[in-house]
């Protein structure tokens, strides 16, 4: 992989593959992400045995939790894009964002129980709701047309070596200190605070609207009227309608740690079999999605979650079932994540990419967030298997049905 450290979006050099250059920017933005999920996740991890196993609650009460954290950031998504686009300063309105969730871990350390857990997931997902999109935006901004969507994939495989090393590293501490949560607590917080250190000081502040201006491409305010774009509005009904059906990792962890002792014994570590799965992927799913379109591959990545509801619904455990999940999430979540910044930022008028990159995410987010409270009551009501089931069923009549939808939004990209 070829680093470029110009902070400016050039031409690539007739000799050069366009798809091989990557922005120091990205790079940098990579980093802080890995930080901050080594924080996120280090605390995260533990949350499905906690709450059904410590804490004794229902499947419905870890849909709803697990769709908090899916959805919450929802509620200031778009603000956080409109802010980005309106001030022209994506950067600082990303180290704001940050900066919240950084400050959710010190409450971490001065409160506990239950209530304290709700608390801090909803304010360090009102942070990533604040920085995913500006920060998305400085992606875009950084990176040549011809590599948008592996230049994602760069981004996203260093945070997912993030969202790795956090359970590891929780799992390791309380293996040494058995009630040491609060000595993970502490780790989280420092991790965060590194990450906002980092953004401030090394990442360039850059202003999209002002640098389009001055290449001579025409003045493009913010307007809310521009999100109607149908290319992007087609972009999030087929997103939101497969975000309905993603039931969320949490639930896949359960069913496999009911019936595997393999799978209950190293229970933290599944979010980390996903991260690398999801770590392995990453740059060759976002290379293909540049060079067969990244519509086709967003929708086609769902193939994925669906194998692994397949392997979830067997009668079966063990190892080779769990490893079999992990991977299939891992590739799910490589050809989508990135994939749909991606678009969005494509679609997205000129102006509007942080708000068109945020729409899209709210969508996805709150859809998640419908899918996984919806599927804690299908577990209650229908048990284990069968709710798995029938969520696999939904979903493989959806595919075909998404891929029509999105067909005139393929445009493959043509790579030397």
């Given at each position: 992989m070829y680093i470029s450290f110009d902070r400016k979006r050039v031409a690539a050099p007739a000799s050069a593959s366009p798809v091989s250059r990557v922005s120091s920017t990205v790079v940098i933005l990579g980093v802080v992400s890995l930080l901050t999920d080594v924080s996120s996740e280090s605390v995260a991890s533990i949350l499905p045995l906690y709450i059904t196993g410590a804490l004794g609650l229902s499947t419905i009460a870890f849909g709803f939790i697990d769709g908090l954290y899916q959805g919450v950031s929802a509620i200031v998504r778009i603000g956080g894009g409109w802010a980005s686009d309106r001030s022209d300063q994506p950067k600082w309105i990303a180290v704001f964002g940050y900066g919240v969730s950084a400050l959710a871990k010190v409450w971490l350390l001065i409160a506990s129980g239950f209530a304290a857990v709700v608390g801090v997931i909803t304010v360090d997902r009102l942070g990533k709701?604040?920085?995913?999109?500006?920060?998305?935006?400085?992606?875009?901004?950084?990176?040549?047309?011809?590599?948008?969507?592996?230049s994602f994939g760069v981004h996203r495989t260093l945070d997912?070596?993030?969202?790795?090393?956090?359970?590891?590293?929780?799992?390791?501490?309380?293996?040494?200190?058995?009630?040491?949560?609060?000595?993970?607590?502490?780790?989280?917080?420092?991790?965060?605070?590194?990450?906002?250190?980092?953004?401030?000081?090394?990442?360039?502040?850059?202003?999209?609207?002002?640098?389009?201006?001055?290449?001579g491409e025409p003045r493009a305010p913010f307007r809310w009227r521009n999100l109607a774009e149908p290319r992007l509005r087609r972009l999030m009904l087929a997103a939101g309608m497969l975000a309905v059906l993603t039931v969320g990792d949490g639930f896949i962890y359960l069913v496999l740690q009911d019936r595997s002792s393999?799978?209950?014994?190293?229970?933290?570590?599944?979010?980390?079999?996903?991260?690398?799965?999801?770590?392995?992927?990453?740059?060759?799913?976002?290379?293909?999605?540049?060079?067969?379109?990244?519509?086709?591959?967003?929708?086609?990545?769902?193939?994925?979650?669906?194998?692994?509801?397949?392997?979830?619904?067997?009668?079966?455990?063990?190892?080779?079932i769990t490893v079999a999940c992990l991977l299939?999430?891992?590739?799910?979540?490589?050809?989508?994540?990135?994939?749909?910044?991606?678009?969005?930022?494509?679609?997205?008028?000129?102006?509007?990419t942080a708000s068109g990159i945020a729409a899209a995410q709210t969508v996805v987010a709150v859809g998640r967030l419908i899918g996984a409270t919806s599927f804690g009551f299908l577990w209650f009501a229908a048990g284990r298997e069968a709710a798995v089931i029938i969520v696999a069923i939904a979903l493989a009549i959806a595919i075909p049905l998404m891929l029509v939808l999105v067909g005139p939004l393929v445009t493959a990209k043509a790579t030397t």
């Open positions: 709701g604040v920085r995913t999109a500006p920060r998305d935006a400085l992606i875009t901004a950084a990176s040549d047309d011809s590599n948008l969507a592996r997912t070596i993030g969202a790795a090393a956090g359970p590891l590293l929780a799992f390791v501490i309380l293996s040494v200190l058995p009630t040491g949560y609060e000595v993970v607590f502490v780790v989280s917080l420092c991790f965060a605070v590194l990450g906002v250190v980092l953004l401030a000081l090394l990442v360039p502040a850059r202003h999209p609207r002002a640098e389009r201006v001055s290449r393999f799978a209950a014994q190293w229970f933290p570590l599944l979010y980390v079999g996903t991260n690398v799965a999801f770590f392995l992927f990453a740059m060759p799913l976002g290379r293909l999605a540049d060079r067969l379109g990244r519509a086709r591959v967003f929708v086609v990545g769902h193939v994925a979650l669906l194998g692994a509801y397949a392997f979830a619904a067997l009668p079966v455990g063990g190892i080779v299939l999430l891992g590739a799910f979540y490589a050809a989508t994540d990135g994939v749909l910044a991606a678009l969005a930022g494509e679609f997205a008028p000129a102006g509007n």
